[in-house]
């Protein structure tokens, strides 16, 4: 393989996907050495057939705000490859959506489920439709518009869609209530549902928990304790405020939190009780970050990310790109010695290696958050064999996968100097498993 023509005929055939791009080339550079060991990948073209989705469905989505006026966006579902297990990934709904941005997601999906031992592939979907300002009633008709086309195309053995930015337990369940109707079946097709109707245990806490438990390993190679460190969060949706409920928890002191408007600097740290505040504002009222300083009286930037803040650890939770070049070398700079994502590719090329250059721990999110979807594959399971498990028992079975990614990254990942290159390591694994698989199944 030689990358660099692979990622120009895709820039050529897919012009103006520049995530898309950005998430290919990384994987490729890091996967050239190892994918040229194996001159029988080159000759079925392997390469081309795991960087171009299997297929990707596009749909207008019509549906009446409450002011009967009519609505239309996009909707798009991008099955990836399914060579391990049924499409999965979830489903975003953001104004910034579009089909660029969600084949980055779904071909790190491919990788990231790989990596979870767990038979599943990869997909993600998702709309331009922003749930920001508007009504229950109106989210409610948004999701079931949504559902009308893309259940012909989804199914519990064929492509299970769980939530991501703009989709949490609310719209999951408005989706999951449509897909049951059209149906006439309950089955598993969605993860992330409510706990009365097949949701796991520890579902809503998994991307944040998992990403605090891989954390803990990185810095178990640097016998380096928890206890005491001032952590920078970015984000305050699921994933941001689970991460900030485990630093918590491991006596961390978590000083930023941050929406799309602006970020707070907490000096005090965010305790038990601020984060209930948080998590009841943000869960429960839609609110903005902006009140948290209000209410507590603390430092408000509003336009800005938190990166210039002095700590130790950083976990960006928020979108991809949130970190460039020059917040990586504040971070650097202000001593942060580890950085976990919590997102889905929230550090750019430029950051990354400035990260890897300071020899700090980084790991990408593709291996740090992958708690989310192991739990939602530890869902799949629950509800196929018509047993739910209790908290401890996925919580151990999280803290064991994440163990078990960190593992895999340090086998593929140590350099001959001893540091571990995250993003080599969990690239190479997550790559390996697919292409064998991919290699046994034919030219299909
Ligand atoms: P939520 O919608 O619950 O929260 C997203 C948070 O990020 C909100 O605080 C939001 O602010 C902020 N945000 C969103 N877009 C932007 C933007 N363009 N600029 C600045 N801030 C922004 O989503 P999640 O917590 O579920 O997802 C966060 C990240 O984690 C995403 O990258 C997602 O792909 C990734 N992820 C999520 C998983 C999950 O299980 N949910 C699993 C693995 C990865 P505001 O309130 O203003 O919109």
Redesign the pocket.
Known sequence: MNAAKVLEDLKRRFPNEPEYHQAVEEVLGTIEEEYNKHPEFDKVNLIERLCIPDRVYQFRVTWMDDKGNIQTNMGYRVQHNNAIGPYKG?IRF?S?VNLGILKF?AFEQTFKNSLTTLPMGGGKGGSDFSP?GKSNAEVMRFCQAFMLELWRHIGPETDVPA????V?GREVGYMFGMYKKLTREFSGVLTGKGREFGGSLIRPE??GYGNIYFLLEMLKTRNIDIKGKTCLVS??????QYTAEKLIELGAKVVTM????GYIYDPDGIDREKLDYIMELKNLYRGRIREYAEKYGCKYVPGARPWNEKADIALP????N?INGDDAKALVANGVFAVSE???MPSTPEAIRVFQDAKILYAP?KAA?AG??SVSGLEMTQNSIKLSWSQEEVDEKLKSIMKNIHEACVKYGTEPDGYINYVKGANVAGFMKVANAMMAQGIV
């Open positions: 979830g953001h910034s997601l920001r939530g991501d930015i703009g949490g998994a991307t984000g305050s949706g699921n994933v941001a941050s929406d799309s408007d939770s928020a979108t991809q949130e919590g997102a889905n999110g958050n989310g979807v």
